[in-house]
Nanobody
Framework: QVQLVESGGGLVQPGGSLRLSCAAS????????MGWYRQAPGKQRELVTT???????NYVDPVKRRFTISRDNAKNTVYLQMNSLEPEDTAVYFC??????????????WGQGTQVTVSS
């Protein structure tokens, strides 16, 4: 079994910055693609960004010039640096990881989510 724990969310004014972290732990053999999703009030959960084990990244257009995803493989951790935040970024942010689990095989895992609120 693998657990993902997010941290770093909070309340920030428009134009501000936040850095989210997601640490994976458990029976991990290897972590492949990791990513961040978000779900705003009254909306469907949507993909924000992904990063492969080799460091290739993808972003959706609304965040492409403002957000940066990175990972530290030694710590089994993925980060999301968010700059120039806008009220439209308000959402619960979820971490995702594609993991080769020693006991369960290849599986996708989700974190519980961390709240990001952008408001003046």
């Amino acid at each position: 079994q693998v657990q993902l724990v997010e941290s770093g969310g909070g309340l920030v004014q428009p134009g501000g910055s936040l850095r989210l972290s997601c640490a994976a732990s458990g029976s991990i053999i290897r972590i492949y693609t990791m990513g961040w999703y978000r779900q705003a009030p009254g909306k469907q959960r949507e993909l924000v960004t992904t990063i492969t084990s080799s460091g290739n990244t993808n972003y959706v257009d609304p965040v492409k010039r403002r957000f940066t995803i990175s990972r530290d493989n030694a710590k089994n951790t993925v980060y999301l640096q968010m700059n120039s935040l806008e009220p439209e970024d308000t959402a619960v942010y979820f971490c995702y990881a594609q993991v080769h689990d020693q006991r369960a095989g290849l599986r996708g895992y989700w974190g519980q989510g961390t709240q990001v609120t952008v408001s003046s």
